[in-house]
């Protein structure tokens, strides 16, 4: 639901989160979700909300780890949940600092996987789910096989010293800046960025 207003397309979040509500009550939807929200963005919503959104799935990886957006999440019951968790490719490409990062390459040759490994093996261990997506067979497989092994648990803490370095996707860009209601990434992330 939007309401238009000084050209821009405005969401109303609490309408359209009472129109998911009833998907929920109806039975048509087994969760409801949220995309892109910024824990002020969700602070918001659950002032209005009946229902706690299941998940917020937003960019996460060990370039843009969001550690605010995480802890917020958890105090709430909320799963955050990686889209993108190698790394987006759009603007800058983070996708090259997060496989090319040394720290995280050190550490895929210590455990004996590639660095895409390292990567979604940390979002797990964070807490997160990641959605890799690949049109390659071989990396299909190499992205499935994060269950059986982890990174030991000393150098997790390490993965907080990496430079962060927020992208954001550019499906992101199109929908919210471009045509949206925020013109810019600091709008859009209420300055947590
Ligand atoms: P490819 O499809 O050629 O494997 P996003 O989730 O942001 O859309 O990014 C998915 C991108 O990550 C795709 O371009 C995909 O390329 C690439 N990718 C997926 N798995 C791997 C991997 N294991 N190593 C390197 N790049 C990967």
């Known amino acids: 639901m939007v309401v238009k207003g000084e050209n821009l397309t405005q969401p109303d979040i609490p309408a359209t989160w009472g129109a998911m509500e009833a998907l929920y009550d109806s039975g048509k939807a087994k969760a409801i979700g949220v995309s892109n929200f910024s824990a002020n963005k969700l602070r918001d919503l659950l002032e209005v909300a009946r229902i706690t959104p299941a998940v917020n799935q937003v960019e996460l990886h060990p370039v843009w780890q969001q550690p605010q957006l995480h802890e917020f999440c958890d105090s709430k019951g909320i799963h955050l949940s990686g889209y993108s968790p190698l790394g987006s490719q759009?603007?800058?490409?983070?996708?090259?600092?997060?496989?090319?990062?040394?720290?995280?390459?050190?550490?895929?040759q210590e455990v004996g996987k590639s660095a895409a490994q390292v990567a979604l093996r940390w979002g797990l261990q964070m807490g997160h789910s990641v959605l890799p997506k690949s049109i390659s067979e071989a990396r299909l497989k190499e992205n499935l096989d994060v269950i059986n092994w982890s990174i030991p648990q000393e150098l997790l803490p390490r993965f907080s010293l990496i430079e962060q370095a927020c992208s954001n996707s550019f499906i992101c860009f199109m929908l919210h800046i471009s045509y949206g209601a925020y013109r810019t990434m600091e709008e859009l992330w209420d300055g947590e960025i």
């Not at 759009?90 to 040394?102: F, H, M, S």
């Open 90 to 108: 759009a603007g800058e490409n983070v996708r090259k600092k997060v496989l090319d990062n040394p720290f995280v390459k050190w550490v895929a």
